[in-house]
C-alpha cells in the first residue's frame, strides 16, 4: 500500500512543496541570475518598504472588500443560476443555456480584459448607450467608486458559469423521492427548491 502512495506523495512534493521554496525571495534581494541559493538575503527590508507605503491600509482594505465581494456574489450567482436551470424542463433549452453560462470560463484574462475595456472605455458601448440615453458618460475603468464593482462584475461572470455546473450537478444528484415526499406533506415548488 506504501508503494501504491509513493506516485502521490511524489507529486505532492513537486508540486505543491518544492515550490514554496520560491517564497525564500521575499526575503531575499533576488537575483535571478544568482537564484535562489546565491541571491543575497535581505531580511525584512522589503517587509518594512511595504507597511511603510501611506496608502498600505487602502490597499489591504481593497485587497479584501474585493477578494470577499468576488467569493460572496459568485457563489450567489452560481447558486441562483443552477436553481433557475434546474427548474427548466426543456433539456435542449437547458443544455443551451448552460453552455452559454459555462463559456466565459474557457476565455483567458487577456480576451476578456480586452471586451470589458472596449465595452467600458469612454467611447464604449456602455457609455454611449448612457449619452444616447441624454446621460453623461462615466470614466468606469478610471473612476474609484466604478472600478471594484467593474472589477467583481468581471470575475462573477467569467466564474459563474463552472459554479453553475458544480451545483446543478449537486442539485441534480438529489433523490426524486424527496421531493416526492415534500409534495406529499403538502410544499409547493419554492418550499421543495429551499429546503
Not at 525584512?44 to 507597511?51: A, I, P, S, V, Y
Request: charged share 10%; net charge positive.
Amino acid at each position: 500500500l506504501h508503494i501504491m502512495m509513493l506516485p502521490s506523495i511524489i507529486f505532492l512534493a513537486i508540486f505543491c512543496y518544492f515550490p514554496m521554496y520560491g517564497n525564500v525571495m521575499a526575503f531575499q534581494n533576488f537575483n535571478p541570475g544568482r537564484g535562489f541559493l546565491y541571491s543575497p538575503f535581505a531580511g525584512l527590508k522589503h517587509f518594512r518598504t511595504l507597511f511603510a507605503l501611506p496608502n498600505i491600509m487602502n490597499v489591504f482594505y481593497n485587497t479584501v472588500f474585493i477578494a470577499s465581494a468576488k467569493i460572496i456574489f459568485g457563489t450567489i450567482a452560481a447558486i441562483i443560476l443552477s436553481l433557475m436551470l434546474n427548474e427548466v424542463r426543456s433539456s435542449l433549452y437547458r443544455r443551451g443555456v448552460q453552455t452559454i453560462i459555462y463559456m466565459p470560463y474557457f476565455l483567458s484574462w487577456v480576451i476578456l480584459g480586452s471586451i470589458f475595456t472596449t465595452m467600458f472605455s469612454n467611447d464604449g458601448f456602455v457609455n454611449q448607450i448612457i449619452a444616447s440615453a441624454g446621460g453623461e458618460k462615466v470614466f468606469f475603468l478610471g473612476d474609484n467608486n466604478w472600478f471594484r464593482f467593474i472589477i467583481i462584475l468581471t470575475d462573477v461572470w467569467k466564474g459563474a458559469g463552472f459554479g453553475t455546473v458544480v451545483y446543478l450537478a449537486a442539485i441534480t444528484g438529489i433523490d426524486p423521492t424527496l421531493y416526492e415526499a415534500a409534495v406529499m406533506d403538502g410544499a409547493g415548488r419554492m418550499r421543495q427548491i429551499w429546503h
